[in-house]
């Protein structure tokens, strides 16, 4: 079965850093391109940041997070991750991973991020 498990959510204060994990399996990583999306309360799921499924990845983001947020996988580890630094309150959100491949995609559960003093 597939499964795209989000962790390493939690509470951090405004400047502080995270960095989110997202396990997959039941499918071939490595093909599959790999998104993280969020949502706040009362908003539409937005792109947060994508990295693609080629030998040497291209990575794309929200200009809400560039030059703050990095995306990397690990295609041995069947693992994406984003790395996420100087957050705002505004970064408030549950953040999902997804899994694109042609007609396929999976999406997570959600990890929680609240950013607060």
């Known amino acids: 079965q597939v499964q795209v498990v989000e962790s390493g959510g939690g509470l951090v204060q405004p400047g502080g850093s995270l960095r989110l994990s997202c396990a997959a399996s039941g499918f071939t990583f490595s093909q599959f391109a790999m998104s993280w999306y969020r949502q706040a309360p009362g908003r539409e799921r937005e792109l947060v940041a994508r990295?693609?499924?080629?030998?040497?990845?291209?990575?794309n983001y929200a200009d809400s997070v560039k030059g703050r947020f990095t995306i990397s996988r690990d295609n041995a580890k069947n693992t994406v991750y984003l790395q996420m630094n100087s957050l705002k309150p505004e970064d408030t959100a549950v953040y999902y991973c997804?899994?694109?491949?042609?007609?396929?995609?999976?999406w997570g559960q959600g990890t929680q991020v609240t950013v607060s003093s």
């Open positions: 990295i693609t499924a080629d030998v040497v990845p291209s990575t």
């Open positions: 997804y899994a694109a491949f042609r007609v396929y995609d999976y």
